[in-house]
């Protein structure tokens, strides 16, 4: 019997070659897409959990109060993890990091910058899985100025050469002796290096520094016992910040307490401030994503149920007989219950193929590093399995249930009203398909649309041309005018200022104590070291009073400037003339300097438009100025960089030149929304690909089955267009219930994604109606073959053989 | 009123060749009643559809009220075919989906006619066909002779000059096929055009002309009497 049922099977399938590769297809770019996605979702959850201790290692992060402002942020002081292991029986080990800028690295002849070095204790290697390959001593992070670096490192720098033992200078200044080689970290862990300096060394820089409990400048990470409870330990929190810094923290007006996070929930969970690993995930991309997923599955099989219930009266003559014959119901079942099984089974064929094909696609849009050859084989192969009776089972059991329910004797007269054009539930589908597609459609254009306004939006400041030089290094740090001079030269370069914050990458608060407040009660406020060039020369509008000047010698030592926003959180009718204090930089926290406020300017954006424009001052400075901004001409940039390159060769022989342009730099800040947008692109074209594909094989079977009606009402009369109308209109009614119900969804669903920022468009109605539109353009494309041919088709012919 | 000259039709298939019609001449005058008979496959029905501009033919002339149409596109034969012929199939070709109401109000839809005016005359075309009672149901509910009632009801609302039926008895018992034969001649007693074809000499009789087919040519041309005016 089972073999019997495969025969008809493989006949049908083989048969109707059209319906065939509809229904297969559909199904397989439905499997593969949902493959995609569960190979990305399956990479997300996988962060960090590749650690021998992965379940038992906690991030250290602090809840403080600090002037007014609430910050929850991973990072710890020095001390804190090295007590708890001290405190705490349950705290087994503890590392702690802290993260290097980026700084040229030198070998002999060798120079790279290096973004990814990490201080690191050497209890990393014992807390987390980073094994050794090669080491020259027991504890290779345990002295200062020692440095273990990766594989791929180690073949930069030294090639074939042994590394262990050689000396790489850091940021032209530091020699640190090679101790050990490291795997490369997998590319999902939150810890992405090149290098691994010693924690030591910086006890060795600064030991008052590295023990002074209130400076939070560093991640920690905590091994707990198998048996600990992370929660048990928090709640021991309190008493352990009183004793050890609970005078020192009442003194300067903190409030603070620890919490843990689970190392395995940071990538997806995590989203506090001051996160400096850029592998953070956003767990609701992955539920979006896995629901994109299922609804693009869910078409796939609703097209299945509808092709093949639309050819019901095809297979009505079979089923007649069967029964006839003595076939029970429960037989027909599974017979077309085996059927769609077979076609399921086909289509993940087809989709292995897809995905193999289209892997690489979703690598470059969505930046991952997907693939197949790092899955667990017998766990996929049994995930593929279940999918495929899944959807065998899901697709083909109403067209089962519906098929074998015919009674043979009606059948057999040939008396089955087909299912024709009218079946509710194949409405009710059609009518789904179009909901996810026009939410698709609809988010794809919004998400844009948003992203063009933040790239768009003006920033407060002039973008467009803003070279940025960084690491100037100490030498070119104490001689600004150095700079100044050699680079102001070179003629595509029209202005040059010094500061020390590059907007859009980056800030640095300060306290700010406004003049009549006590020292206890002042405001974290975003704050930037400038020279007189950098108002000017980055384009910020002056709104009140001056701008800092070359010509007031006093300015460098008394002058500053705030923002708008600042002034209104002040309540300062008249900002000019007022002062401020702020920590002197220079010295120790007990010291403060007095600023006089000589200018307010217009708001800027130093933040991507996901955050509020916040309160900031400018100081004028000579020191503490790494960064040069160069305000190009638009004439022959490349050229002109050329130059700078070359001028800087001369200046600095021993170190390339690293910069960047401040518009990239603002772009970079949108490329997870764009990331987002583009796969909201796909999807909206598979999914209404799919829904396609689907409505022509209804739209040729509903043609088909009015064959005779159209015959009939062009003998009355009809006319080829009348006959299209008659045709489209079905469709024109299901696309707009779509709409109307995909509308809200919509709705809902995109004005809870631009929560996120604090800059966004408003979800106006028009482009809803335009998504609608394309919909129902798209879907009249598909169907207007099938019902030209219906309605261009002599009558004569269906009414001919009647 | 109808005149066809020469009138040759083929039909081609992938390997086949086939003459349907060959040769035809045929004069109509208007409220004449013309069976055409033949045997199967003599081209009767291809006749009827090109007499009923449903088909063109592939050589020849034809003059509807002096106008050539042999010739004419697709959308030209429907708007001719709309207000001037009136079709009865031996099928019925009713359409399931609608009611009898409405089977025979379509061609009135087709040709604009505002809605109180197509339910006048919905009524009165029910009334003379004596299937009044039945305006609500659907196709399937009716017998074979009220449902060829309700075609013929259809083929005459829209005041046709010449109805074309194509075996409109074949598919109905010797009592109704009766009845649709008193309801045609009457209909060419009030001026109506008929061709009907069909197998029955008896029905035959019903008409002032029968045009014998054979093989795609007329044979033989039987006048019973002058045709009332």
Redesign the interface.
């Known amino acids: 019997m089972f073999r019997n049922f495969l025969i008809i099977s493989f006949r049908n399938l083989t048969r109707n070659k059209t319906y065939s590769l509809i229904n297969i297809a559909g199904l397989a770019i439905g499997m593969a897409c949902c493959l995609m996605i569960m190979l990305w979702v399956q990479n997300e959850y996988s962060y960090d959990r590749f650690h021998e201790n992965a379940d038992r290692i906690y991030r250290l992060c602090i809840d403080g109060k600090v002037s007014g402002r609430i910050v929850q942020a991973p990072i710890s002081n020095s001390p804190a993890g090295p007590a708890m292991v001290n405190d705490f029986p349950e705290v087994i080990n503890t590392v702690r990091t802290n993260n290097m800028p980026t700084i040229p690295v030198k070998y002999q002849d060798r120079v790279f910058f290096e973004e990814n070095i990490i201080y690191a204790d050497n209890s990393i290697f014992d807390v987390f899985t980073f094994p050794l390959i090669s080491k020259s001593e027991e504890s290779p992070l345990a002295r200062p100025y020692t440095i273990v670096i990766t594989e791929n490192t180690a073949k930069r720098y030294f090639g074939d050469e042994n590394p262990l033992g050689k000396t790489m200078r850091l940021n032209n200044e530091l020699d640190y002796t090679v101790t050990g080689i490291v795997e490369n970290p997998p590319t999902n862990s939150l810890f992405d290096f090149e290098m691994l300096c010693s924690f030591e060394t910086r006890y060795a820089e600064n030991r008052e520094l590295l023990e002074e409990w209130i400076n939070f400048s560093y991640f920690t990470y905590l091994l707990l016992d198998e048996n600990a409870d992370y929660k048990k330990l928090e709640a021991k929190f309190p008493s352990f910040i009183e004793d050890h810094m609970g005078e020192r923290l009442a003194a300067f007006g903190i409030g603070l307490d620890y919490f843990l996070q689970p190392l395995t929930s940071v990538h997806l969970f995590s989203s506090l401030e001051f996160e400096e690993s850029e592998n953070i995930g956003n767990i609701t991309y992955v539920y979006l994503f896995s629901g994109i997923a299922l609804f693009v599955l869910l078409i796939a099989c609703f097209n299945f149920i509808n092709l093949t219930t639309a050819r019901a009266a095809a297979r009505a003559k079979e089923v007649g007989l069967r029964k006839t014959l003595g076939a029970r119901k429960s037989k027909l079942i599974s017979q077309f219950l085996v059927e769609s099984i077979i076609y399921s089974v086909f289509s993940m064929l087809l989709a292995l193929l897809i995905l193999e094909i289209a892997l690489p696609v979703l690598n470059s849009i969505a930046g991952s590093e997907l693939s197949l050859t790092s899955v667990n084989i017998p766990s996929f192969l049994l995930t593929m399995l279940i999918i495929s009776i899944g959807v065998g089972i899901l697709a083909g059991s109403y067209p089962a249930f519906f098929l074998s329910a015919f009674s043979p004797v009606r059948v057999l007269k040939g008396n089955l009203r087909a299912g024709g054009s009218r079946s509710k539930l194949r409405s009710v589908l059609v009518i789904g398909q179009f909901i996810i597609s026009i939410t698709l459609i609809a988010g794809t254009f919004f998400i844009y649309k948003q992203i063009n306004y933040m790239k768009n939006k003006k920033l407060g400041f002039d973008k467009e041309q803003l070279l940025v030089m960084r690491e100037l290094g100490e030498s070119l740090q104490q001689s600004p005018d150095l700079i100044r001079d050699k680079l102001s030269r070179i003629p595509g370069v029209e202005k040059i200022a010094l500061g020390s914050v590059s907007l859009g990458s980056g800030t640095s608060a300060s306290v700010f104590v406004p003049e009549g407040y006590a020292e206890d009660q002042g405001i974290l406020m975003n704050h930037i070291y400038a020279d007189y060039n950098y108002i000017p020369t980055l384009g910020i509008e002056i709104a009140q009073g001056r701008n800092f000047s070359s010509d007031i010698k006093s300015d460098v030592s008394d002058a500053a400037i705030i923002n708008e926003t600042a002034v209104k959180l002040l309540g300062w009718e008249n900002p000019i003339g007022k002062t401020f204090k702020i920590p002197d930089p220079g010295a120790d926290n007990s010291e403060w300097e007095t600023r006089k406020i000589v200018g307010v300017v217009k708001d800027f954006h130093i933040e991507p438009l996901n955050r509020e424009i916040g309160p900031v001052f400018f100081i004028n400075a000579n020191e503490e100025l790494s960064l040069a901004f160069l305000r190009l001409s638009t004439v022959d940039i490349s050229g002109t960089v050329d130059q700078l390159k070359s001028k800087w060769g001369e200046i600095t022989p021993d170190q390339p030149m690293n910069f960047f342009f401040v518009d990239d730099e603002f772009d970079k800040m949108y490329r997870a929304e764009e990331r987002m947008g583009k796969l909201a692109f796909y999807f909206s074209i598979l999914a209404i690909f799919i829904g396609c594909m689907g409505l022509f094989g209804i739209s040729s079977y509903a043609a088909e089955q009015r064959t005779k009606e159209i015959g009939i009402r062009k003998v009355l009369g009809a006319t080829v267009p009348n006959i299209l109308r008659l045709l489209s209109r079905e469709v024109m009614v299901l696309i707009a219930v779509s709409f109307v119900i995909a509308w809200p969804i919509a709705y809902y669903a995109l004005n809870r994604w631009l929560q996120n920022f604090a800059y966004r468009i408003n979800l106006d109605f028009s482009i809803f109606i335009f998504a609608g539109l394309i919909a129902l353009a798209i879907a009249m494309l598909t169907i207007s073959f099938q019902s030209i041919r219906a309605a261009l088709a002599n009558p004569v012919k269906s009414l001919k053989y009647e | 009123m109808i005149s066809v000259k020469n009138l040759k039709k083929i039909y081609t298939t992938e390997e086949v060749e086939t003459t349907a019609l060959n040769n035809i001449n045929l004069e109509i005058s208007e409220g004449e009643f013309v069976a055409v008979m033949g045997p199967s496959g003599c081209g009767k029905?291809t006749l009827l559809?090109l007499l009923?501009l449903?088909?063109n033919p592939t050589e020849g002339e034809y003059f509807i009220f002096d106008e050539e149409v042999s010739k004419y596109s697709?959308?030209k034969r429907?708007n001719i075919?709309?207000?001037t012929i009136g079709?009865v199939?031996?099928?019925f070709?009713?359409?399931?989906?609608l009611t009898v109401f409405e089977n025979i109000e379509?061609?009135l839809l087709?040709?604009g006619i505002p809605k109180s005016e197509r339910k006048k005359r919905v009524d009165e075309v029910l009334e003379k066909t004596q299937i009044t009672a039945r305006k609500k149901h659907f196709p399937q509910q009716l017998s074979g002779g009220q449902q060829q009632r309700v075609a013929v009801a259809?083929a005459v609302i829209?005041n046709p000059k010449v109805i074309l039926a194509d075996e409109p008895t074949g598919n109905l018992d010797s009592k109704h096929g009766d009845e649709v034969m008193q309801l045609l001649s009457s209909l060419n007693e009030a001026g109506t055009t008929i061709v009907m074809v069909t197998h029955s000499p008896t029905y035959a009789e019903y008409g002032n002309r029968t045009v014998h087919l054979f093989d795609g040519h007329v044979v033989t041309e039987n006048i019973k009497e002058q045709f009332h005016v």
């Open positions: 029905s559809n009923g449903l088909d697709e959308r429907a075919r709309k207000g079709f199939f031996q099928s070709n009713l359409i399931d989906e379509l061609p087709y040709l259809r829209a």
